[in-house]
């Protein structure tokens, strides 16, 4: 199994940033992809971003693209998550996800990100 901690969230006005963390333990040899998702009040649990695990390639949602910037510290098995120029709609509870050779998803406690207008 592959257990995730995240840490990182929190409040902040409009255009601000915040940075997201995500440790991963465990069997982390068997992580092909790390990602993170959210889900707002009300709304199904959303795509952010994800990167794999040995190439780094990256994927956004639009919404996304050109504001957060995803990475990997392979050697702290942890995965970031930079969110630049936030807005109110970026509120919700970020998910850290580990998906696995095994074809397993893994989820974290989820963290609080609310972006005040």
């Known amino acids: 199994q592959v257990q995730l901690v995240e840490s990182g969230g929190g409040l902040v006005q409009a255009g601000g940033s915040l940075r997201l963390s995500c440790a991963a333990s465990g069997r982390t040899l068997s992580i092909l992809t790390m990602g993170w998702f959210r889900q707002a009040p009300g709304k199904e649990r959303e795509f952010v971003a994800t990167?794999?695990?040995?190439?780094?390639?990256?994927y956004y949602v639009e919404s996304v693209k050109g504001r957060f910037t995803i990475s990997r510290d392979n050697a702290k098995n942890t995965v970031y998550l930079q969110m630049n120029n936030l807005k109110p709609e970026d509120t919700a509870v970020y998910y850290c996800?580990?998906?696995?050779?095994?074809?397993?998803?893994?989820w974290g406690q989820g963290t609080q990100v609310t972006v005040s207008s």
């Open positions: 990167i794999s695990w040995s190439g780094g390639s990256t």
């Open positions: 996800n580990a998906h696995t050779s095994r074809l397993q998803n893994y």
